[in-house]
Structure formats: structure tokens, C-alpha cells
């Protein structure tokens, strides 16, 4: 069974399931074999130019290998205005409720936003969180509004958020390199130490999440 990395700024190790991140302004992506996600990343808002980039995704969401929109989202850390990511973000979710594609979602210190967003749209498709690192209540909660985790080192390495890990039920959970230079192999063992279970099952139920979420005749992946 192949692990799954679900999100990855770079592409490393063939025998695994990747999920490239495409910049929207690095838009077209023209590997056709290669899983990709895409989107307008909250930090870049300021410096694209909106339309052509919207036009840009909404050109790859045809491409058979973009799988998920993202990484957009919400980012109350840095200096740009909330609402002008807001606008970026809403428009973007009306995308992937378009192309029924999910979302892999940057957030930071902006889960009652999200939370808010998701339940006003009323949407359904999966709200993956990548990059994951919120605490024991932001996690119960998000976990009581549907979202899905993806998880890499950083939250795996904090002994402070080892609890919040370990309540994410399996049947919500990724595992992701991101942009770190560490590979998903260390991901995994490392997430089945914590969790003090067998590396083959979590590999298993990582594997099934991706075939519930992203599975259909379309993908070419599997
Ligand atoms: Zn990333």
C-alpha cells in the first residue's frame, strides 16, 4: 500500500503518492502524470494579479491531475487585510464547489473564521487543514465541524499539541511533508510512535481517506 504525502513543495520519492502545491502565479502546471493542488496562497494576495490567477485555476481545475484546490485560506499573522483574504478565499471555495474538488487550506490563528465560513456556505466538500498545529479545543471543534487534518513535523514534534494529535480520529487524517526537508517515510513512523500504533495501519487508513475523498474513476493515481 503507498503512503500518501498530501502536501509537498517539492517531489522526492517515486514509490509515494505525492500532491505537488502549484503557486496559482506559477500556473499552468503541465505534468500531466503528476497529482497537483493549486491555488492563491493568503501571503501572496497583495502581489498577483486576482483575475488572471482565478482564470489560471479555474483553467487547471479541468486538468484530471488537479485534485484539490490549495493551499488558500486565512492568515490573521501577517499585516494584509482580513477581508481582502476573505473575498480571495470565498471565491475560491465557490470554485471548488464548482469542479467539486476539495480544499487543502492554509490557517493561521483564523479557525473561528474558518469555522464560520464553513457553516455559512454550508458546504460540503472536504476542508482539509494542511499544515495543522491548533490546540485540543481548536482541534475538538473543527473535528465537531466536519474538517479534515493534515499533519507534518512541526505539530508532530511539539510534545504541547501531542494530545490535540491524538484526539484527530484516523478516519479525518493526512500526513504531509510541506515545504520541510524531511520525508513522508519519517512522517509516518513518527505519527505511529505517537499514536502508539502499527505504521501499516495508518498507512492503510490514510490511504482509504484519499480514496473516499479523492477516488473516482477520473484520477488516474491509484
Ligand atoms: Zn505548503
Same mark, same amino acid.
Given at each position: 500500500?503507498?503512503?500518501?504525502?498530501?502536501?509537498?513543495?517539492?517531489?522526492?520519492?517515486? %514509490?509515494?503518492?505525492?500532491?505537488?502545491?502549484?503557486? !496559482?502565479? =506559477?500556473?499552468?502546471?503541465?505534468? +500531466?502524470?503528476?497529482?497537483?493542488?493549486?491555488?492563491?496562497?493568503?501571503?501572496?494576495?497583495?502581489?498577483?494579479?486576482?483575475?488572471?490567477?482565478?482564470?489560471?485555476?479555474?483553467?487547471?481545475?479541468?486538468?484530471?491531475?488537479?485534485? !484539490?484546490?490549495?493551499?488558500?485560506?486565512? =492568515?490573521?499573522?501577517? !499585516?494584509?487585510?482580513?477581508?481582502?483574504?476573505?473575498?480571495?478565499?470565498?471565491?475560491?471555495?465557490?470554485?471548488?464547489? +464548482?469542479?467539486?474538488?476539495?480544499?487543502?487550506?492554509?490557517?493561521?490563528? !483564523?479557525?473561528?473564521?474558518?469555522?464560520?465560513?464553513?457553516?455559512?456556505?454550508?458546504?460540503?466538500?472536504?476542508?482539509?487543514?494542511?499544515?495543522?498545529?491548533?490546540?485540543?479545543?481548536?482541534?475538538?471543534?473543527?473535528?465537531?465541524?466536519?474538517?479534515?487534518?493534515?499533519?507534518?513535523?512541526?505539530?508532530?514534534? =511539539?510534545?504541547?499539541?501531542?494530545?490535540?494529535?491524538?484526539?484527530?480520529?484516523? =478516519?479525518?487524517?493526512?500526513?504531509?511533508?510541506?515545504?520541510?526537508?524531511?520525508?513522508?517515510?519519517?512522517?509516518?513512523?513518527?505519527?505511529?510512535?505517537?499514536?502508539?500504533?502499527? %505504521?501499516?495501519?495508518?498507512? %492503510?487508513?490514510?490511504?482509504?481517506?484519499?480514496?473516499?475523498?479523492?477516488? +473516482?474513476?477520473?484520477?488516474?493515481?491509484?
Amino acid at each position: 500500500m503507498k503512503k500518501i504525502d498530501l502536501h509537498t513543495h517539492q517531489i522526492t520519492e517515486e %514509490e509515494y503518492i505525492q500532491v505537488l502545491n502549484v503557486f !496559482a502565479q =506559477d500556473l499552468p502546471f503541465s505534468e +500531466n502524470g503528476q497529482l497537483f493542488s493549486t491555488g492563491l496562497h493568503p501571503w501572496h494576495i497583495k502581489n498577483v494579479k486576482h483575475q488572471e490567477s482565478l482564470q489560471a485555476i479555474e483553467t487547471a481545475m479541468r486538468q484530471k491531475n488537479m485534485i !484539490a484546490l490549495g493551499e488558500c485560506g486565512l =492568515d490573521r499573522s501577517i !499585516a494584509k487585510d482580513i477581508s481582502n483574504q476573505l473575498s480571495y478565499f470565498e471565491e475560491q471555495i465557490r470554485l471548488a464547489e +464548482n469542479y467539486s474538488k476539495p480544499l487543502i487550506i492554509h490557517c493561521v490563528r !483564523a479557525y473561528p473564521d474558518l469555522i464560520k465560513l464553513k457553516r455559512d456556505l454550508k458546504s460540503d466538500l472536504p476542508w482539509i487543514i494542511h499544515g495543522y498545529c491548533g490546540n485540543l479545543e481548536t482541534t475538538r471543534s473543527l473535528i465537531r465541524h466536519g474538517f479534515y487534518f493534515s499533519v507534518g513535523e512541526s505539530f508532530l514534534k =511539539d510534545e504541547r499539541k501531542r494530545a490535540s494529535f491524538q484526539e484527530i480520529p484516523i =478516519d479525518r487524517l493526512f500526513l504531509e511533508t510541506d515545504d520541510k526537508e524531511v520525508s513522508i517515510q519519517y512522517i509516518y513512523s513518527t505519527a505511529a510512535q505517537i499514536l502508539t500504533a502499527d %505504521e501499516e495501519m495508518i498507512t %492503510e487508513a490514510i490511504y482509504s481517506n484519499f480514496k473516499t475523498i479523492f477516488g +473516482n474513476d477520473k484520477l488516474i493515481c491509484f
